[in-house]
Every structure is written in structure tokens, then in C-alpha cells.
């Protein structure tokens, strides 16, 4: 198994440029997962997924959309980049939906908005 | 809401030495609890966690943390530092089972290790 994979590692973007980061598992998990990582704040969460077609908002989603159409694909995208989101964005996924399973993190994708 | 502090942003150990990483929570409900560690440049990685079974967790790499309801607090401890445990270290709750995927996180503490 590749686990979570994100791309791209690596990311310069203008102000007001739009992209899509990609997740995606092949651990068949239902629950994935967006954070965000800031010096001294922690990760936190942006929009997380219970299951194909279900999504909702985490604690910072303004700026971001999610969907879900399949199991193993989770992407996020930035509507028009705002140099507040620069960041280390971090994908995870999880067996299930309820219950503290452990969660599985993705690499990360380094994001830089000039 | 919920929130997690974490006392020190960085820790500096010698080798050999206790580790000792300090987590507090506010949670108006027995809260799931987790450690993760993060190494230079990689994703997050789940050390050990809380689940209201036994109040001492024992985790992986020597790690364990003990649940203490009275003071709100998760600490993480591990009896001999190694050059290997240099990382990023966070605290994190979640409210409730069914919420259990819903982390909130603390800001983290970087563990130096001295030779």
C-alpha cells in the first residue's frame, strides 16, 4: 500500500491563482481529512469527508472547497490564493468514522503564496 | 470548544535524559487524547493515545503519557532520550467518540537531543 499520497510536494503560487492539492489512499479508509500547519499553531482542521459525497467544514475552511466523489480520492482546492494561506497543508485518513482510530498522514504539500 | 496547550514550543535533552513534554486540555467531556510525532519533512505519526481505559498509555518507541482527569493534563514521557527522538511533538483531542476523527491540536513542542 502507498498509504496517503499528496501532490504536489512543493507549490508557488501568485495572489488570486486558483489550484487544486491532491489526496489520495488506498487503505479503502471512509473518514479523510485537511489541515493546515502554522508555526507555533498546531494543525488545523479546513474540511474533512465521512464518506464519498459527504463533506463538511472543519475549524478553518473559508477559502476552501472539497469534494468527494470517490473513497480514495480527497482533493482541496484554493479559489483564489491569499498569502494567509500559505502553509503546510496536510492530508490524513482514517479506517472510520466515529471511534479514535488512528489517522494516517500524507507527506504534506508546502504552499507558498506571493 | 475544546483547546490543547502545549507548555514549551522547544525542549532541549541531553542523551540518555528524561524526556518529559507537557499537554494540557479543556474539554467539558472525557476527551480522546493522542500524542503525535513529526520527523523533518514527513506527515504526522500516531505515538500512542487515550481512550479511557487505562490512565497509563504506553506507546511506540519507548514513549507512554498518563491521563490525569484532575489536572487536565496528557504529558509524554520516555525514561532515556535518543538522537532518534529529535522531532516535533503534538498534543491533540478529540470531544468525544463520535467526534473521534475531529482533532484539535496543540502548537506543538521541537525536541533538540545533545550528543
Known amino acids: 500500500n502507498a498509504g496517503v499520497t499528496q501532490t504536489p510536494k512543493f507549490q508557488v503560487l501568485k495572489t488570486g491563482q486558483s489550484m487544486t492539492l491532491q489526496c489520495a489512499q488506498d487503505?479503502?479508509?471512509?473518514?479523510m481529512s485537511w489541515y493546515r500547519q502554522d508555526p507555533g499553531m498546531g494543525l488545523r482542521l479546513i474540511h474533512y469527508?465521512?464518506?464519498?459525497?459527504?463533506?463538511d467544514q472543519g475549524e478553518v475552511p473559508n477559502g476552501y472547497n472539497v469534494s468527494r466523489s470517490t473513497t480514495e480520492d480527497f482533493p482541496l482546492r484554493l479559489l483564489s490564493a491569499a498569502p494567509s494561506q500559505t502553509s503546510v497543508y496536510f492530508c490524513?485518513?482514517?479506517?472510520?468514522?466515529?471511534?479514535?482510530?488512528?489517522?494516517?498522514f500524507g507527506p504534506g504539500t508546502r504552499l507558498t503564496v506571493t | 470548544a475544546q483547546s490543547v496547550t502545549q507548555l514549551g514550543s522547544h525542549v532541549s535533552v541531553s542523551e540518555g535524559a528524561l524526556v518529559l513534554l507537557r499537554c494540557n486540555y479543556s474539554?467539558?467531556?472525557?476527551?480522546?487524547l493522542f500524542w503525535y510525532v513529526q520527523y523533518p519533512n514527513q506527515g504526522l505519526q500516531l505515538l500512542l493515545k487515550?481512550?479511557?481505559?487505562?490512565?497509563l498509555v504506553k506507546g511506540i518507541n519507548g514513549f507512554e503519557a498518563e491521563f490525569k482527569k484532575s489536572e487536565t493534563s496528557f504529558h509524554l514521557t520516555k525514561p532515556s532520550a535518543h538522537m532518534s527522538d529529535a522531532a516535533e511533538y503534538f498534543c491533540?483531542?478529540?470531544?468525544?467518540?463520535?467526534?473521534?476523527?475531529?482533532?484539535?491540536f496543540g502548537g506543538g513542542t521541537r525536541v533538540l537531543v545533545k550528543p
Open positions: 490524513a485518513s482514517s479506517l472510520q468514522v466515529i471511534d479514535p482510530y488512528e489517522q494516517y
Open positions: 487503505m479503502n479508509h471512509e473518514y
Open positions: 469527508s465521512v464518506g464519498a459525497g459527504i463533506t
Open positions: 474539554s467539558s467531556v472525557p476527551p480522546y
Open positions: 487515550y481512550t479511557s481505559a487505562a490512565t
Open positions: 491533540a483531542v478529540s470531544a468525544s467518540k463520535a467526534a473521534g476523527n475531529k482533532l484539535t
